[in-house]
T-cell receptor, first 112, second 117 residues
Framework: NAGVTQTPKFQVLKTGQSMTLQCAQD?????MYWYRQDPGMGLRLIYY???????DKGEVPNGYNVSRLNKREFSLRLESAAPSQTSVYFC???????????FGPGTRLTVL | KNQVEQSPQSLIILEGKNCTLQ??????????LRWYKQDTGRGPVSLTI?????NTKSNGRYTATLDADTKQSSLHITASQLSDSASYIC????????????????FGAGTRLAVHP
């Protein structure tokens, strides 16, 4: 079992460029999440998907969109990247919304 | 506002020594409190989880304590090893009135621990 996988591991973008961060889990979990981690701050929730076919905004959704492609995959898209989106992005999954979350290895994104 | 504050921000100890990390929270009521370990360049991994009614929970050399009256938790690491070098994150889950749906997690900023030989 690979757990939660994320691609790419690193990415550098120019302001205004777009990209999609990919996340997949092989634990048959219903719920999936996208977080960002910035220096000196706790992880903040961007979007989550309680179950296949549903997505909801978290604490900091502006500038992002998500797609729950199927039960395994949950992608995060930046349509027009801004320097303020420079961060480390983590995907996580859980059996249900109330259960322990398992995190992927993260994607380090730099927007110039 | 629901907050989780951790101290110290960073800590350096010698291999073999013990240390204690602190977590103060204002989340009330809460459902559970978790401690995660995050190695550099990796995602957080769960160490312990305690419900509001538990006082202590151990995982090997890691022991978490919880005082719900003072809204404080601590993580004690015994006989530290080089592999304990990581960030330790305290996470509080607010109490939900109804079951089901997403249970928001409130993350502390973490304590960065460095264990030196």
């Amino acid at each position: 079992n690979a757990g939660v996988t994320q691609t790419p591991k690193f990415q550098v973008l120019k302001t205004g460029q777009s990209m999609t961060l990919q996340c997949a889990q092989d634990m048959n979990h219903n719920s999936m999440y996208w977080y960002r981690q910035d220096p000196g701050m706790g992880l903040r929730l961007i979007y989550y998907s309680a179950s296949e076919g549903t997505t909801d905004k978290g604490e900091v959704p502006n500038g992002y969109n998500v797609s729950r492609l199927n039960k395994r995959e949950f992608s995060l898209r930046l349509e027009s990247a801004a320097p303020s989106q420079t961060s480390v992005y983590f995907c996580a999954s859980s059996e249900a919304g109330e259960n322990e979350q398992f995190f992927g290895p993260g994607t380090r994104l730099t927007v110039l | 506002k629901n907050q989780v504050e951790q101290s110290p921000q960073s800590l350096i100890i010698l291999e073999g020594k013990n240390c204690t990390l602190q977590c103060n929270y204002t989340v009330s009521p809460f459902s559970n409190l978790r401690w995660y370990k995050q190695d550099t360049g990796r995602g957080p991994v769960s160490l312990t989880i305690m419900t509001f009614s538990e006082n202590t929970k151990s995982n090997g050399r890691y022991t978490a304590t919880l005082d719900a009256d003072t809204k404080q938790s601590s993580l004690h690491i015994t006989a530290s090893q080089l592999s304990d070098s990581a960030s330790y994150i305290c996470v509080v889950s607010p109490w939900k009135l109804h079951s089901g749906g997403y249970n928001k997690l409130i993350f502390g900023a973490g304590t960065r621990l460095a264990v030196h030989p």
